[in-house]
């Protein structure tokens, strides 16, 4: 290309941009301001129908609780399930009638039993239907839309209108009875969606759904498609288009993408709170951004008059400048093609001239260099060969440095380890920057305390076993090797490095050792389980004793005695070992987790007490728990087993040093927004987050990321095992929660537990109703191979008027009943004894004597649980340790009880 052309394009290319960026501002400003109009209007549309939306749904919810909160609709319900007559059916259907007249909007009101069979309903063609196996009723019986809110499953009914379902629970004292169906009319939705005032002739507002395969169905008819009501679906995989990105969290924001007529539409969506419904507010693209053209077209002419004012005078220009460049161009091309005889035109005054005697002079020094050149050549061929030679001759990768640590040569497994192309990657460069310059946890490995650069400092020959080197694409390998120094005239110039990857050897190294680790933490654990399972067993035996003979004591004394007050502290601290031997059990993996709504400020509270007494005065507790936080669906022993093993690691970040134990205890409402929630770790709604924190040592973020792995620990070997914080993450993910932590070296740390807050409907509290302990003069056979429990029943329930015959021994207590089995009215028995167990004494009596009732205590056994004892006829199962009302009110029970068929027969 010649010069002038290159000075025109010079030229033009310099110029050239600045029009397009200039123009391309312009055009850019203006699109952005029709966008942000057309963003703000389809935002305002889509707010005035989801509020539109939200106020039905909220209004309809409302009615459904005022239709569910009538007394003598739940009353009539428990009295139905009680006799099933059709006097409290009628009544239901009166009162469902009754609340049915004054709704437009509903057209139907059901009663549901818990088996999903319609008990009453203002349709008296619909009782009898099952719809047990109905998603609005499995919803409504678990609460698991929360209280009357409502369950978006929609069905045409005969007359072809959309229906919706409002479902939820029933309750009296607290006890589920039933599930109240509510079928209402959604027309002033539909109406409501289908108002396209203000969106041009290709805008629309849409209102869908999930259908149960997780794909967008549509609930109102479209624009474009009257008939798309409950009939088109656009699959979950299509996440191009805006009814879906509804689904997938894309809210409040212009979303360019195509529309279920695959045409170009910007849109936006929202979310309609306490349903899994979703607006979508659209307008075709080519209609939104019509007023774009004009501007366009007008720029692009401006543009193009510029352009060519510009080639007109660049053209002038270069002609100018190149003429005299050309007469030069034509001396040099000479000179290029070996005629250094060849000279320049010197005569010209302007730089060109200069230029010219430059060329000259340059010939001359040519002529001087060439023969020089030449045999620098061959000894650089030479010394080439020999380079390629060695390298070529190894298996192993092989790289040289200079003094400066240059790469000089390396060979094809250098590269291939390193992960580089060609030897010109490598050539040259500083090889510790390329491929040693950090540690193997990321940190910044120095120049100067490289084995490497050291060795070539001190030309000592070095060996490394292994440490980490880094390939081209930031991956590392673990890596051997040796350094040799190559010296001339007794100067170290440079040395060779041979390497070999041993991340293979390494890997297969350390996971043998972890799974070594993870074996013997493993069965450690196991016997610790074991010996804590025994331990409780043994305790409920003693706690039987303290806590039965306080009772009897106290049933002894007047009330009012010092002495009273005194057992009282004793019952008190045993119901607190009693609590503490259930955690025992859960550790040892010999109790279920029995979830039910929990007070969590009560177990925090009593579980700071515990820690306080065993934990140093140097650590202070503070505590700033909200005891109006509400209530969780948990299982208190677990939520203790939180609260103690997080209290116990912040204090061992303390231990040495002392500081400060902060619990705090708070109501949080988790939204859409929050990062938890974007991360998929928690569904938006109300919880409880529970944060305890430390002033400790705290944690770098590369430990913070482990902490919650199995068997991973911080402590000294001997010192834990890694399993606290495991198990307190196993513990909140099975609640549906989340923990999180924040710490800082040297700054402390805090942990941040959420479990989901329950909404309860408040009722009225029943009187609790102090019960007397009841009595008898039936005969009872006790038998326990513990002495002290066996007198103590025996004088329990001889203080009741029972008429008791004991004994330590199955074996014995078998003989006693053969020789006369009418002779008595009940038998107690323990589980664990020798020689025969409860469980075999019961089968035996009962081969004997069927009807006889028999009540077995335990502790804790493998070997039987509460449904095979019934299952082999034993008529109550207690846990110990036993409480003498509880005894006193089994064994009343039973002996009342009307005696029924053997089990196992009719």
């Keep these: 290309m010649k010069i002038r052309s290159k000075l025109i394009i010079a030229f033009l290319a310099t110029s050239l941009p600045l029009l397009l960026i200039t123009n391309g501002l312009l055009y850019t400003h203006e699109q952005k301001e029709i966008t942000k109009q057309i963003f703000n209007h389809l935002q305002s549309v889509a707010s005035i129908q989801h509020n539109r939306t939200r106020g039905i749904i909220s209004q309809n919810i409302e009615r459904w609780r005022l239709v569910a909160s009538r007394t003598q609709l739940r009353i009539s319900l428990a009295d139905f399930i009680k006799d099933r007559t059709e006097k409290h059916r009628t009544r239901m259907n009166s009162i469902l009638a009754d609340a049915l007249v004054p709704i437009s909007d509903f057209r139907n009101i059901s009663i549901l039993g818990l088996d999903g069979i319609v008990i009453a309903s203002t349709d008296i063609d619909k009782i009898g239907q099952d719809h047990s196996a109905e998603q609005f009723f499995t919803q409504g019986k678990t609460g698991s839309c929360d209280t009357g809110t409502c369950v978006d499953l929609f069905f045409l009914d005969q007359n072809q209108q959309l229906m919706s379902h409002l479902a939820g629970p029933l309750y009296l004292s607290n006890k589920l009875i039933g599930v109240l169906i509510i079928e209402s009319s959604v027309a002033n939705i539909i109406s409501s969606i289908g108002d396209y005032t203000g969106l041009g002739e290709t805008g629309e507002t849409i209102l869908a759904r999930h259908d149960e395969n997780g794909d967008a169905l549509f609930i109102t008819p479209t624009r474009f498609n009257p008939d798309a009501a409950l009939k088109m679906v656009v699959p979950k995989e299509e996440t191009d288009k805006p009814i879906t990105q509804v689904f997938l969290g894309l809210h409040d924001m212009l979303v360019e993408a195509v529309d279920y007529r695959d045409v170009p539409v910007l849109a936006t969506t929202r979310h309609v709170e306490e349903t899994d419904w979703g607006i979508v507010v659209k307008i075709d693209t080519a209609e939104a951004m019509a007023p774009i053209k004009n ?13 060519l004012l510009l080639l007109l005078l660049s053209f002038y220009l270069s002609k100018t400048i190149t003429r005299p460049i050309s007469r030069l161009t034509k001396t040099a091309k000479n000179i290029s093609e070996g005629d250094l005889h060849d000279q320049a035109d010197e005569k010209m005054r302007d730089e060109t001239g200069i230029l010219a005697q430059a060329f000259n002079r340059m010939t001359e020094n040519l002529i001087a260099s060439h023969k020089k050149l030449e045999k620098k050549i061959e000894e650089i061929k030479v010394r080439e060969n020999e380079i390629r030679l060695l390298l070529n001759s190894t298996a192993e990768a092989i790289y040289g440095i200079d003094r400066h640590g240059n790469c000089t040569f390396c060979n094809p497994s250098c590269l291939h380890l390193l992960g580089y192309d060609q030897e010109s990657d490598l050539l040259g ?166 979830r039910k709504p929990l007070q969590i400020h009560l177990i925090i509270k009593e579980a700071l007490k515990l820690l306080r007494a065993s934990i140093p005065k140097t650590i202070e507790f503070r505590e700033n728990i909200d005891q109006n936080c509400g209530m969780v669906m948990a299982d208190p022993t677990q939520i203790h087993q939180v609260m103690m ?69 911080t402590k000294d070997k001997g010192k834990g095992t890694g399993m606290g914080l495991a198990l307190v993450h196993g513990i909140v993910k099975s609640h549906e929660g989340h923990i999180t932590v924040y710490s800082e070296p040297g700054k402390g740390s805090s942990f941040q537990v959420y479990l989901p807050r329950i909404e309860t409907i408040p009722l009225h509290p029943e009187t609790e109703i102090n019960q007397a302990i009841p009595t008898g003069n039936e005969r009872i056979l006790v038998i326990d191979d513990e002495d002290f429990i066996v007198n103590f029943e025996q004088l329990a329930l001889e203080e009741f008027g029972y008429r008791v015959t004991a004994t330590t021994s199955s074996v014995e207590a078998l003989e006693i009943f053969s020789e006369q089995p009418e002779n008595f009215d009940l038998i107690i028995t323990d589980m664990t004894m020798p020689t025969m167990t409860g469980a075999e004494l019961a089968q035996k009596i009962l081969a004997a004597r069927p009807e006889i009732p028999i009540i077995l205590c335990t502790g804790f056994s493998e070997l039987i649980n509460e449904q095979k004892a019934k299952a082999i006829g034993i008529r109550e199962y207690i846990m110990k340790p036993i409480i003498i009302s509880e005894i006193a009110l089994a064994v009343r029970r039973v002996l009342d009880e009307k005696p029924g068929p053997p089990a196992g027969r009719s």
Aim: charged share 25%; proline share 3%.
């Design 295 to 307: 501007i366009r077209n007008l720029l692009t002419a401006i543009g193009l008059a510029a352009i």
């Design 429 to 594: 460069k500083q090889m510790h920057t390329l491929m040693h310059h950090r540690r193997p946890d990321g940190s910044e490995y120095p120049r100067e305390e490289c084995k490497i650069m050291q060795g070539l400092r001190q030309g000592e020959a070095i060996h490394v076993d292994d440490e980490v080197f880094w390939r081209a694409d930031a991956t590392c390998f673990w890596a051997e090797y040796w350094t040799h120094p190559v010296e001339q005239e007794n100067e170290n110039l440079k040395s060779v490095v041979t390497f070999i990857d041993i991340s293979k050897r390494r890997a297969s190294d350390q996971e043998r050792e972890k799974l070594n680790t993870q074996l013997q933490q493993a069965q450690k654990l196991e016997a610790v389980g074991t010996l804590a399972g025994g331990i409780a067993h043994d305790f409920n035996n003693i706690l039987t004793a303290i806590l039965g003979y306080a009772d009897l004591a106290k049933i002894k004394l007047a009330s009012g005695s010092e002495v009273t007050a005194h057992l009282e502290e004793v019952l008190k601290a045993g119901g607190r070992a009693q609590e503490l031997v259930k955690q025992i059990l859960t550790f040892s993996r010999q109790t279920k987790d029995e």
């Design 645 to 713: 093993n997080l209290c116990t690691n912040a204090y061992q970040a303390m231990r040495e040093t002392g500081g400060i134990l902060a619990v705090e205890l708070s109501r949080v409402e988790i939204t859409q927004a929050d990062q938890k929630v974007a991360g998929l770790h928690l569904l938006p709604g109300p919880y409880i987050e529970l944060q305890v924190s430390d002033t400790g040592h705290g944690m770098p973020r590369s430990l913070q990321e482990r902490i919650f792995e199995p068997y991973f620990t």
